[in-house]
Nanobody
């Protein structure tokens, strides 16, 4: 089970750090990702990190502002979000996958419940 936390209400330009803690299983051998879904929109890829933490991927709109990282000893993945914009407002989900195609939601094997991020202008 994955438990996402750290969301909240923040003003534009502010920062938040999301956490995704795994319980009941270890995710140290899984690649991990963050997705988000805004009202009326499809779920979209945000960032991904390889199981080792060495390789990361980002969607273009968050490059330079968001940083994904993981602590396998703590069984936790993080998403540090800075310089937040109103268009970052969404429910953020973490997920774990064993295979390829980091940007496809269908590639992920299990998901957390989501945490709301709201950025006010």
């Amino acid at each position: 089970q994955l438990q996402a936390s750290g969301g909240g209400l923040v003003q534009a330009g502010g920062s938040l750090r999301l956490s995704c803690a795994a319980s009941g299983r270890t995710v140290s051998r899984y690649h991990m990702g963050w997705f988000r879904q805004a009202p009326g929109k499809e779920r979209e890829f945000v960032a991904a990190v390889s199981w080792s933490g060495i390789t990361t991927f980002y969607t273009d709109s968050v490059k330079g502002r968001f940083t994904i990282s993981r602590d396998n000893a703590e069984n936790t993945v993080y998403l540090q979000m800075s310089t937040l914009k109103p268009e970052d407002t969404a429910v953020y989900y973490c997920a774990a996958r064993d295979g390829s195609y980091y940007y496809l939601a269908s590639s992920y094997d299990f998901w957390g419940q989501g945490t709301q991020v709201t950025v006010s202008s």
